[in-house]
């Protein structure tokens, strides 16, 4: 089954750009997802790639290379509200719904 | 249009008990799926649901179960509760037009966070 890996805390200073990794397993891909999670509230979608290259959504762009299993999620401006844990998800072989990986936890300090 | 409501968003349970978890999907959303998020494990699926039927399943004991009722409302059962049950469930609903839940975005609820003592 699918296999998601990405490191578990993070910390970066406010107004600086941060970069937060994820590899998957590439057989049966279809489709790489972001998500935000604040803590005690509910996760909520940030992006969804299934091409290779960049994605640019205003402060938060996601890349993905399909070739390598490989994803980023880059934040740029860094503020304080940005502190969360950014879950990388991808389906399971066949139609199944996503798998999550353990978060990783960012924490931007002043 | 009211995103996906969880009830009850605590509770507390000994264990051996059973519990109830009450989900309502997002109006006109036809599939439901079911999360267990723990520190340790993060999020970890449980079940999905799509037009009343399982669909999907993860590796959870039988003592796990859920269902969806005709209106998409779904809850999800736990019985002879263990200790090790204590986490965050979250409950996700989309849209699946066609059907096929690999790329579709799911919207959580709030999640009810339950703990066993």
């Known amino acids: 089954g699918q296999n998601i890996d990405q490191p578990t805390e993070m910390t970066a200073t406010e107004g600086a750009i941060v970069q937060i990794n994820c590899t998957y397993q590439?057989?049966?891909?279809?489709?790489l997802f972001w998500y935000q999670q604040h803590a005690g509230e509910a996760p909520t979608f940030l992006s969804y790639?299934?091409?290779?290259g960049l994605e640019e959504k205003g402060r938060f762009s996601s890349f993905l290379s399909r070739s390598k299993g490989y994803s980023y999620l880059l934040l740029k401006e860094l503020q304080m509200k940005d502190s969360a844990s950014y879950l990388c998800?991808?389906?399971?072989?066949?139609?199944?719904?996503?798998?999550f990986g353990k978060g990783t936890r960012l924490s931007v300090i002043a | 249009k009211a995103g996906v409501t969880q009830t009850p968003r605590y509770l507390i349970k000994t264990r051996g008990q059973q519990v109830t978890l009450s989900c309502s999907p997002i109006?006109?959303?036809?599939?439901v799926s079911w999360y267990q998020q723990t520190p340790g494990q993060g999020l970890q699926f449980l079940f999905e649901?799509?037009?009343?039927?399982?669909?999907n399943k993860g590796n959870f004991p039988g003592r796990f179960s859920g269902r969806q009722f005709s209106n998409s409302r779904s809850e999800m059962n736990v019985s002879t509760l263990e200790l090790g049950d204590s986490a965050l469930y979250l409950c996700?609903?989309?849209?699946?037009?066609?059907?096929?839940?690999?790329?579709?975005?799911?919207?959580f609820g709030s999640g009810t966070q339950l703990s066993v003592l």
């Open positions: 996700a609903s989309s849209l699946d037009p066609g059907g096929d839940s690999r790329n579709e975005k799911l919207f």
């Open positions: 590439t057989s049966g891909f279809n489709g």
């Open positions: 790639n299934v091409l290779d």
């Open positions: 998800a991808a389906p399971n072989s066949g139609n199944t719904p996503l798998v």
């Open positions: 109006s006109g959303h036809r599939s």
């Open positions: 649901y799509f037009s009343e039927t399982q669909r």
